[in-house]
């Protein structure tokens, strides 16, 4: 079987990645996260998810299957990255509430037999619950969702934040859409379901 590398050292993409059952390794890439003048949220994703995958192509083994992924969001026109502060995750939260927000989750596979990247962005859209100032300042203590775009945990207590979600894979707005990353394994010759195989 061919090895699978995940350019990542999110505990979140980890655990989705997981839910193929299949051994893989992980390794926090070195890449600058700063957007390009001019840049879209759409260019900037799919951008920061190439250079990851490919930031691990010199210390993987030669046919690796590298995964990198990116995400970023979009309040009122503008690229939300990481809060990283409480202050800045309470900010961000206020300025969703009451509102749909998408999500722009890059996925890219590069392939060491074939030296190529496949990248794709998908979307996902959320609806925030008009949210009082206390839910919110609650929340960012409890879960202190200071390294996740947009500053929630959808896969925990950031649930209680939403009206309705809206995309074709939940595991999206985690980090790591999986149904479009089996479309790309597949396309690279390796599909999950017969992956002991390959």
Same mark, same amino acid.
């Given at each position: 079987m061919r090895p699978l590398v995940l350019a990542s050292s999110s505990s979140s993409r980890k655990t989705l990645l997981e839910k193929f059952g299949l051994p893989f390794s992980a390794h926090a890439p070195d890449v600058d996260e700063t957007p390009l003048a001019g840049e879209s949220a759409l260019q900037l994703t *799919? %951008? /920061?998810a190439i250079a990851k995958a490919e930031a691990l192509i010199a210390q993987s083994p030669a046919d690796a299957l590298i995964i990198g992924s990116d995400q970023v969001a979009l309040i009122d026109g503008q690229i939300v990255g990481k809060p990283l502060t409480e202050?800045? !995750?309470?900010a961000q939260l206020k300025a969703q %509430?009451? @509102?749909a927000i998408t999500f722009y989750t890059a996925l !890219? /596979?590069?392939d060491g037999l074939t030296k190529r990247t496949q990248a794709l962005v998908e979307p996902f859209t959320v609806h925030f619950r008009d949210l009082t100032d206390d839910e919110i300042i609650a929340y960012v203590k409890a879960e202190q969702p200071l390294w996740c775009a947009g500053s929630f945990k959808s896969e925990g207590l950031g649930i209680c934040l939403f009206e309705r979600l809206e995309g074709r894979d939940p595991n999206t707005l985690v980090g790591l859409p999986l149904i479009a990353l089996n *479309?790309? /394994?597949i396309s690279a010759g390796f599909p999950v379901l /017969? !992956? @002991?195989k390959c």
């Open positions: *799919e %951008r /920061l202050d800045n !995750a309470i %509430r009451g @509102k !890219a /596979l590069y *479309e790309l /394994l /017969l !992956a @002991k």
